[in-house]
């Protein structure tokens, strides 16, 4: 049974890197495209970006000039960063897997709270 | 804002039948696949409906899920006071080669 675990800073400052990092156990982390899902409070669930085992990158364009993603497959992990964040990308971050380019994720992390605020 | 358009709310009584409606474009729904998900507050979403109408393991056949031209929608029949909950369309779309999400629909059992 694959296990997914968010970690990372709940508070960031304004202008500061939002860091969030995603651990993969119970299964392999190969063949999978890994994505990060936001979800501000009170709002619906927003796709961000995906990782693919292999490094290979696709981010939301709405996103994707502060975005960052990468995997550790040595680790089981992959990563978020997002640069000069605002109190607008204050949410709920969930890692999740999918086995193509799909909206199939069949594996979901627990979600991380990160909220931007001095 | 979403691409994909849900009703923000939906609400039945036990027993009854309610669909939640979903409606995109020929980017996405239109020509992939559609997934549904049932969140509750504080939890992750989970994973109600791949591939237009296939269940996982688990999931209670009182859920099903159908598709026609542009929209798709989630059917909940002998509604329970534990199906009150969250539900979240989806789809990849090709022209944002990215998912994208509906807005969501908060179900309410009376």
């Known amino acids: 049974q694959m296990h997914l675990q968010e970690s990372g800073p709940g508070l960031v400052n304004p202008s500061a890197t939002l860091s969030l990092t995603c651990t993969v156990s119970g299964d392999s982390i190969f063949p999978y495209y890994w994505s990060w899902v936001r979800q501000p409070p009170g709002r619906g669930l927003e796709w961000i970006g995906y990782v693919f085992y292999t490094g290979t990158t696709n981010y939301s364009p709405s996103l994707k000039s502060r975005l960052t993603m990468s995997v550790d497959t040595s680790r089981s992990q992959f990563s978020l960063k997002l640069t000069s964040v605002t109190a607008a990308d204050t949410a709920v971050y969930f890692c999740?897997?999918?086995?193509?380019?799909?909206?199939?994720?069949?594996?979901w992390g627990q979600g991380a709270l990160v909220t931007v605020s001095s | 804002q979403s691409v994909l358009t849900q009703p923000p709310s939906a609400s039945g009584t036990p027993g009854q039948r309610v669909t939640i409606s979903c409606s995109g474009s020929?980017?996405?729904?239109?020509?992939?696949?559609v997934y549904w998900y049932q969140q509750f507050p504080g939890l992750a979403p989970k994973l109600l409906i791949y591939?237009?109408?296939a269940r996982p393991s688990g999931v209670p056949d009182r859920f099903s899920g159908s598709k026609s031209g542009t929209s798709a929608s989630l059917a909940i029949t002998g509604l329970r006071p534990e199906d009150e909950a969250t539900y979240h369309c989806a789809a990849w779309d090709e022209t944002l080669s990215g998912v994208l999400f509906g807005g969501g629909t908060r179900l309410t059992v009376l």
């Open positions: 591939r237009d109408t």
């Open positions: 020929s980017s996405n729904i239109g020509s992939k696949y």
């Open positions: 999740a897997g999918a086995v193509a380019e799909t909206a199939d994720f069949q594996h």
